[in-house]
């Protein structure tokens, strides 16, 4: 069974940065697509950034955070991270790591969240 532990999660102010980090216990080159998603209040779950390929990498970012958000992922130590910038109180919420194996197609794994929660 895969497991996706995220920390780096806390209390920061509006404006400042964070980092989150995904710990997988399956080699990160064995998914097809990692990302980011998260749960804040009022709104329904929503991407925040995905990476695909190898050769040639595609990025998607959610549109709330385009410009403030960079993905990136060591296949060294089996980690997805996520470099969030210029933090506003609207990316108050639960955040979720997310991969998707190579095979079987259609299948897909979760973490159980990391609090991010940003002052004004």
């Known amino acids: 069974q895969v497991q996706l532990v995220e920390s780096g999660g806390g209390l920061v102010q509006a404006g400042g940065s964070l980092t989150l980090t995904c710990s997988s216990s399956?080699?990160?080159?064995?998914?097809?697509?990692v990302g980011w998603y998260r749960q804040t209040p009022g709104k329904q779950r929503e991407l925040v950034a995905d990476?695909?390929?190898?050769?040639?990498?595609?990025?998607n970012y959610g549109p709330d955070v385009k410009g403030r958000a960079t993905i990136s992922r060591d296949d060294s130590k089996n980690m997805i991270n996520l470099q969030m910038n210029n933090l506003k109180p609207e990316d108050t919420g639960v955040y979720y790591c997310?991969?998707?194996?190579?095979?079987?197609?259609?299948?897909?794994?979760w973490g159980q969240g990391t609090q991010v929660t940003v002052s004004s």
């Open positions: 997310n991969t998707k194996p190579f095979m079987p197609m259609g299948t897909e794994f």
């Open positions: 399956r080699a990160t080159v064995s998914f097809a697509t």
């Open positions: 990476l695909s390929g190898s050769i040639n990498v595609y990025i």
